[in-house]
């Protein structure tokens, strides 16, 4: 009789950290794919940035720099989001991509800010398109970001929580890193001054 509680308490521990096990292996899956829909809409931005680009040389020729600026921020900003789509949630992968991707989403700002300054650029049938599809994608990437990061919270809680820390540990499930804001000043409090 002792020798059957005994094994039934095996096999309800075994079962639970099976469960563990599965939880874990779920979350991580969410935060995975809430990653793939990031990628998607980054390789987005970054397609539509070369078509904004040709658009504004026409209008902006003397403002060479900061369309050489979207170009080179766009380029190194490619590399660092093939790292992270191939490890998502890794800390260094994630703090590239970070990075790059504001040093692009500053570009863009200076490029759409000296447009602002031509009439006839900011009139183009074509260049409200890419702009508004552009805004439209910024929106998207910020969705999915949220999604993202609400499913590595979950993933590094659970794996973070007693007994869950145990399964985790075990079977090296990793801290997963959150993707910080992309937009520039978007993190940043507005200062106000009366006077």
């Known amino acids: 009789m002792g020798g059957w509680i005994f094994l039934g308490a095996i096999g309800l521990l075994l079962a639970y950290g099976i469960a563990l096990f599965n939880g874990l292996v779920r979350l991580r899956n969410r935060f995975l794919n809430a990653f793939s829909q990031i990628d998607v809409q980054l390789k987005r931005r970054h397609d539509l940035i070369p ?16 369309l050489e600026a979207v170009v ?4 190194r900003a490619v590399q660092p989001l093939h790292a992270a789509a191939a490890r998502p949630g ?32 900011k009139a183009n049938e074509t260049m409200s398109q890419l702009s508004e599809e552009l805004t439209s994608t910024e929106n998207r990437i910020a969705f999915a970001r949220q999604a993202y990061n609400d499913a590595v919270m979950k993933f590094n809680t659970a794996r973070e929580v007693f007994p869950g820390s145990l399964v985790a540990s075990s079977f090296q499930f990793r801290h997963a890193e959150l993707l910080a804001s992309t937009r520039p000043g978007e993190a940043e409090t507005p200062k106000v001054q009366l006077s």
């Open 51 to 66: 078509n904004l680009v040709e658009i504004a040389k026409g209008y902006i020729e003397h403002e060479s720099s900061t």
């Open 72 to 75: 080179d921020a766009r380029a």
């Open 90 to 121: 890794d800390p260094g992968a994630m703090k590239q991509l970070n990075q790059s991707e504001q040093a692009l989403s500053g570009a863009l700002g200076k490029l759409l800010a000296v447009a602002e300054a031509y009439p006839e650029l």
